[in-house]
């Protein structure tokens, strides 16, 4: 994401005075008006920030102690307050994913965690809570908003310990922190993970020129190898095109394995979740984290899960045969013995094989129609036509030269939404996924509209001396998720507080609105739009498309099993008798296990995966099932922009008003069924997987 930075000259005292409190408001407003993101380059200067926020924070809860006026004006004073410390917070997330210093990395890490304790604190308020509690039973004219803040708000307290006994309240604290600790360095193991491996050209064989140029080398002349990290760019390609089993198997293997260090650290995890779930009167972590979800119960979720995936080990079994033959008649070719059994390392290799072959379908070749500039570009028209929306790019400083920024406005109106920034290539010490950051929500702060700041992150591959960046048909794919997460960022237009931003919607639907997006990427109109050859801008040939479009479902099912196994797996591993695992190696046992009878495919062999897998540690722990879950309600979103109507600018404003621009303000059901004008249902998903119901 592209920001401004701001830095400040701070008192040398170490007790924050009411000039400086007034000083840290009135530098916060200015930044909301100037639209700055406050992030800073040196150490002292995070920290001393950090100090202000929190000293604030205590202030703002003091304050709201002794108000006693309207209630929604006393819950609104508390969830401005609440704004303004999330959005420090998740400045913290941001430059501890992006910022170019491992020290300052490390740094915002710290403060980090400093200011999650802070929030953790005021949880665990019980003066704050029993005053908040008190104003909420009188009687007042608030609006259906305000009593989804205020219900919002008091249930914050109660899942955090306000409602159990003192002595249970104390452990609580002590359990959650060391939680955080615990979770903090789980990720941070996995960022810092710098896994690889070390391969000869003839290790290679059937990687491209330009894949070669793009790896770093060691050694020189017959003694130059190249690196394979295990970031997107580097593996995914080598599974999918190394003609070397070996080479694949072993590239495979690193990438399961990656920060080992963690399956300790996650054994602890689980057991504390355990623990802090029936501190709370829960009986276990999944029934404590479902509980506020569309699903509401572990067994709705399972059931679910159970329900879709006994319909794709159908399909799996079909794509797996079908990649089996493929193999087959490649080992007869070479004349090497044929093992009736598909690997976890033979997938992505046998798959793009199989597109090859019988779809004509060569990522080498799409992705030259995909330029990363030119993809920008139509991404960023697309949406701006669907949602009425336009942008200007900008050029603020940034923490890196690859980052772009630009502002939105409203087409109608005229008005300014915000900002968002572009940090799409890889580099070291950045976070290897794609995501996005609402770094800055929109809400009503002081009497005044503050427009959002977001930024999406991902690592498509980098330009060579010789080609620009090249995008295949999955990274289009997932440009457009995240894009999607963004939009929603700025489209949402909370009149409250961060309780009640876009990323707070139910967790289980979050995804919906960005993967009905996605679908964009399977339209004929759109697909030709985005394209223009890198080396004379001609558009993708129709036959190719055509092509694309047929192949999209194939292998789904292997892909979408393999996506209920993670889900169940991670469900249970939350809600089981803690007594089933009894050493952290218990954890990639139980993994081994589950997926050979799930995912029919079984893991690769002295793996740990758990280990390397963000999610458990990062927020969607006991919600990697949401996913799934949300993508029935996508489908049947998107099925309303059926019959040639998927760039129709009106059903795009409807889809932004009814769905966007609400937040968490409204439950998603309501949301849904508003947009849809019935009660949701599973027949698109169903349909589109061309699977019985």
Known sequence: GRVTTVSFRQHNSSKTTHRQHRRFH???????????????????????????????????????????????????????GESRIGSWMWTCELMIKVHTSADIRKCYNEQLNRTKDAIAETWTNMALYRHLKSISEKPTDS????????????EKFERNGAAIKDDDREQYKKLSKKLAELCNQFNKNVADDSSHIIASKEELLGMSEDYLTGLKTTGEGDEKKYIVTMKYPDILPLLKKAQNDETRKRALTCFDNRAIDNLPILFEVVQLRKEIATLLGYKDHSSYILEPRMAKTTDAALN????????????????????????????????????????????????????????GIDDEVVKQYFPMEEVTKKILGVYQHILGL????????????????????????????????????????????????????????????????????????????????????RELVTY???????????????????????????????????????????????????????????????????????????????????QTFYSIYDLKLHSQPPTDLKTPEDLSTMWAQMKKEIAIIEATPNTNIPAGWLHLCAGYDSGYYGYLWSEVFAADMFSQFSGGRSLDPDLGMKYRNQILLPGATQSADAMLQTFLGREPNEQAFFRELKIAE
Request: glycine share 4%.
């Open 143 to 154: 609006s259906q908003v305000d009593d989804r803040l205020i219900k919002r708000t008091l």
């Open 304 to 359: 679910f899960l159970e329900k879709i995936g006994s319909k794709l080990k159908i399909l799996a079994q079909k794509d797996i045969e079908l990649l089996l033959s493929v193999k087959k008649e490649e080992k007869e070719k070479q004349g090497v013995p044929f093992e009736n059994k598909l690997n976890e390392w033979e997938v992505a290799y046998y798959t793009n094989m199989y597109m090859e072959r019988f779809f």
């Open 480 to 562: 457009f998720h995240e894009f999607g997460h963004v939009m929603h960022s700025l489209c949402s237009r909370s009149a409250r507080n961060f309780t009640e931003n876009w990323f707070c919607t139910e967790m289980d639907f979050v995804e919906a609105p960005s993967q009905m997006l996605e679908n964009w990427c399977w339209d004929p109109e759109v697909l030709t739009r985005m394209s223009g050859h890198y080396e004379n801008s001609e558009k993708i040939p129709g036959n190719l498309i055509s092509s694309m479009i047929s192949a999209k479902r194939f292998c789904v099912g292997i892909q979408k099993l393999r």
């Open 26 to 80: 009135t530098l916060q407003s200015r930044a909301v008006k100037e639209m700055q993101l406050l992030y800073f380059n040196q150490q002292e200067e995070i920290v001393r920030h950090t100090n202000q926020v929190i000293e604030g924070w205590v202030k703002i809860q003091k304050d709201t102690i002794t108000k006693t006026g309207d209630t929604s004006q006393v819950f609104q004073f508390f969830a401005e």
């Open 390 to 473: 336009k942008f200007e790019e900008i050029q603020d400083e940034t923490w890196h030269t690859d980052v772009r920024g630009y502002q939105v406005h409203d087409v109608a109106t005229g008005n300014f939404i915000g900002k968002f920034y572009l940090d799409l290539f890889p580099r070291d010490g950045k976070y290897t996924h794609a995501c996005a950051f609402p770094v800055l929500d929109t809400l009503v702060l002081d009497g005044e509209r503050r427009p959002a700041i977001a930024c999406m992150v991902a690592n498509f591959s980098k330009p060579t001396p010789k080609k620009p960046s090249l995008l295949n048909h």
